[in-house]
């Protein structure tokens, strides 16, 4: 069926897959499929957001919100305590062995950390912004307290989709944040431009305070609606200690992992002005879809990874770590061939000044299909009760891309923070082919499995 719209390597390779005679197989691939195929309509529509936005606000005032944007989205992970990820791991785990009660104490106690303590750190951050002359530069202030009210509702979303993810609930996991968000972002500033206000960054935080409380409320009250029929007969039991034992070096990873995407724009906003930040910015999130390819498999191995470890079910995890590292490599390769050609046409959507930065497209992609060469195995590790391990992967690779990213970005401009993060991606996937052959016993990358390496038998 896929043979007439790919090239006939690529389809072989697909047929294949789907030829699998592995349910497991079947049902991972199937899942990743439906969570890359929101992920691509959310790429498209989050496309969309950022040329509208560019084209509304120009290059300086679309450059000052990006910024706000990443870390947001960087907060968003750090506040939630590691609870969005966990949820994959204790929801299918008590839920596998008939314990409801916890099940839906650890649903109840995810959500209130999370909007609970990113209310703290919002709070703290708005009132220092605010108090301390010049912390930060003045374009930056007032969207900076905007941005905070918006982090609360973004900590809450992601234990959400946590939370959807763990039960396989695709459009809940990914249609809030990938879908719903960005479309409110762009009905709030399309009636904001229609009224004539002001399209500058301060405009699109207000419109992006509006979108977020939305999705969140939304989303909340549809999970409710799904689970409350299972767990409604159960008084929430809570285990605290252990769930924080989990979540907090999960929080390192999550955490480490977001810096590493995420630093290479805030190294570029110490040096340079917000018009450059808009192009590095806009070149990132037109290889988005290339990540997302990688993502979608990663959020769909997720849970089978926890359960077939925890069920001591050696070979049906060697058929998923098979399968999922085929599905996030060779995907990867071909949309990453698609960007690239299409790079400059792309990046000029956002205005005549973006096509600058067709060239960073070719030096970043190389990061990426290194980590994709790889699979999902961090999840693997983090799965297994390695998340300290995963941390230090993460932090490590964080740790080389903000040294490279200071000493490349003042030299070379885009090109040294594309340089570096490419360089940190290619020492992210070595550390974790290391540490899986260690854990595990055998290779992850790609070209080895293809060569029939071995998969694990024990961990």
């Not at 290059?59 to 910024?67: E, L, Q, S, T």
Request: net charge positive; proline share 5%; aromatic share 12%.
């Amino acid at each position: 069926m896929v043979r007439p719209f790919l090239p006939r390597p690529l389809a072989e390779r697909v047929d294949a897959a789907l030829a699998s005679r592995s349910a497991d197989e079947l049902s991972t691939g199937g899942t990743a499929l439906s969570a890359f195929a929101l992920r691509v309509a959310g790429a498209g529509i989050a496309y969309l957001q950022q040329i509208l936005l560019a084209r509304w606000m120009g290059a300086f005032d679309y450059g000052v919100f990006v910024v706000i944007y990443v870390w947001l989205t960087v907060l968003g992970q750090i506040g939630n305590f590691g609870f969005s990820s966990s949820m994959i791991r204790f929801v299918p785990e008590f839920r596998a062995r008939g314990d409801l009660a916890r099940m839906r104490g650890v649903m109840l106690a995810g959500r209130l950390v999370a909007f609970g303590g990113a209310t703290v750190i919002a709070a703290a951050g708005a009132a220092a912004v605010l108090a301390v002359p010049d912390l930060v530069a003045e374009p930056y202030v007032i969207p900076v307290v905007l941005g905070a009210a918006c982090l609360p509702l973004f900590c809450l979303t992601e234990v959400q989709d946590g939370i959807a993810r763990a039960f396989a609930w695709s459009s809940l996991a990914f249609g809030p944040t990938y879908i719903w968000r960005p479309l409110g972002v762009m009905l709030a500033m399309g009636c904001a431009h229609a009224l004539a206000f002001p399209m500058t960054a301060p405009t699109a935080c207000a419109a992006t305070i509006v979108a977020t409380w939305a999705t969140a409320a939304i989303q909340f009250a549809a999970l409710h609606r799904r689970t409350a029929p299972m767990v409604a007969a159960h008084r929430p039991a809570f285990d605290l200690g252990n769930w924080f034992r989990v979540s907090l070096p999960i929080l390192l990873s999550d955490g480490f992992y977001m810096m590493l995407t995420s630093i290479d724009v805030i190294v570029v906003a110490r040096f340079a002005p917000p018009e450059e930040v808009a192009v590095y910015y806009a070149a990132t999130k037109t290889l988005a879809l290339v990540h997302f390819v990688y993502y979608a498999v990663r959020a769909a191995t997720g849970p089978r990874f926890s359960h077939h470890f925890h069920a001591g079910d050696h070979a049906a995890l060697a058929a998923l770590v098979r399968t999922s590292v085929r599905w996030a490599f060779w995907p990867s390769v071909a949309v990453s061939i698609v960007v690239l050609a299409l790079g400059e046409f792309l990046l000029s959507m956002f205005g005549s000044d973006f096509r600058g930065g067709s060239g960073v497209l070719t030096v970043l992609v190389f990061g990426l299909l290194a980590r994709a060469s790889v699979g999902p195995m961090e999840t693997l590790l983090t799965m297994a009760g390695h998340q300290r391990v995963v941390a230090a992967i993460f932090g490590t690779a964080f740790a080389a891309n903000l040294a490279l990213n200071l000493a490349l970005v003042p030299l070379w401009g885009l090109y040294g923070a594309a340089a570096g993060t490419a360089l940190a991606l290619v020492l992210e996937a070595v550390l974790v082919i290391a540490t899986v052959r260690a854990r595990f016993g055998f290779n992850p990358f790609v070209f080895t499995l293809a060569r029939g390496g071995e998969t694990p038998a024990a961990s």
